[in-house]
């Protein structure tokens, strides 16, 4: 089978159990080494851990999974890239396009495998998205809407993503970021205004709760997008109006369940026929999430093989910070 690739993680936080409860069930790789500030329960004894940076800087890995505060992601991945070590970063990536670019300038002199995490680009119904829109089955896109929110909990004021000096933005940041980059992946439009209203109006934290915004690109093709931390439920819907018809991408299957059910629909403009008879609405429904697995999957491969990364690149992620700068500068 080969040599095993030698697996870090930094941060063992929820994301960092994620990882790590996954990529130990991967043949290919060995989970060697964890860095964590707070004492770690049930894991592998063979596996070392340390709350130094410092000192897992210098364990026996090939690669390691960032997954800690956004204000660290950057100097860590620069800290790896110059060890040789392939990076699996969380996403957003860095503080700001500036820290940013001078990673992927690092990437390119050091020639490593860099993939940031965005797994809604692996979620069942955003493939098949992909795949009805590449065929051009429905036309160019005229506008879409998305809205991605959650409530939030009695504790949600004391998460570290909502002090800046951690995370450097609020709910736009943590979670509209998910929804930024699926519009312009699957919509293919390179949005160049940007209005917004970035509001802080329940939850007593540092950062935004609710985030409004229009866009418009080329043609005048606009997106309406709101991310918030005041839907009392969980919701996820995106909508593509094209000028053949529409798609949409309801709900989500994540590990909290709360998104659910995850499902697309699509349909033919009725006015596209010339009789105008009613076009066929067609629904499919997604009963599991391979999403965290399949982006692990596509890094390990990189790695062994030397294929590119194809979804969560370096200029993936720059392209969305730029985005998300964009808006809260409402330029």
């Not at 964890?34 to 410092?54: A, L, R, V």
Request: hydrophobic share 35%; glycine share 6%; with cysteine.
């Amino acid at each position: 089978m080969g040599k095993k690739i030698r697996i870090g993680i930094v941060g063992f936080g929820k994301v960092g159990k994620i990882r790590y409860n996954i990529l130990k069930k991967i043949k290919s790789v060995e989970i060697v080494s964890i860095c964590e500030k707070n004492p770690i329960k049930n894991i592998d004894k063979k596996i070392i851990t340390t709350n130094s940076f410092k000192k897992f800087l210098e364990s026996n890995i090939d690669a390691a999974f960032i997954c800690t505060y956004n204000k660290y992601l950057s100097s860590y991945t620069k800290a790896l890239i110059n060890k040789k070590k392939h990076v699996f970063c969380e996403k957003p990536g860095a503080n700001s396009t500036r820290e940013l670019l001078s990673v992927i300038k690092l990437e390119r002199e050091k020639k490593i495998v860099l993939k940031y995490g965005f797994n809604h680009r692996y979620h069942s119904s955003v493939i098949e998205a992909k795949k009805i829109i590449d065929k051009n089955i429905l036309g160019k896109p005229m506008w879409l809407r998305g809205v991605y929110g959650k409530p939030g909990d009695v504790d949600f004021h004391l998460n570290w993503r909502n002090y800046k000096k951690y995370s450097g933005g609020g709910i736009l940041l943590d979670q509209g970021i998910h929804m930024l980059d699926l519009v312009t992946y699957l919509s293919k439009i390179n949005f160049s205004h940007v209005k917004s209203f970035i509001n802080n109006n329940y939850w007593k934290i540092e950062n935004e709760d609710n985030a409004f915004i229009i866009m418009k690109g080329k043609k005048n093709i606009t997106a309406m997008l709101h991310s918030s931390a005041t839907q009392w439920k969980h919701k996820f819907l995106l909508e593509f109006y094209f000028t053949n018809g529409y798609l949409i991408l309801d709900g989500l299957n994540t590990p909290t369940g709360s998104y659910r059910p995850e499902k697309i629909i699509y349909a033919k403009n009725n006015n596209v026929s010339k009789h105008k008879m009613s076009s066929k609405t067609l629904i499919k429904i997604y009963k599991n999430d391979n999403s965290w697995r399949l982006e692990i999957l596509e890094f390990i491969k990189a790695i062994k093989y030397g294929t590119k990364i194809i979804n969560g690149s370096s200029i993936d992620a720059l392209k969305t910070l730029k985005l998300v700068e964009k808006i809260y500068k409402n330029e």
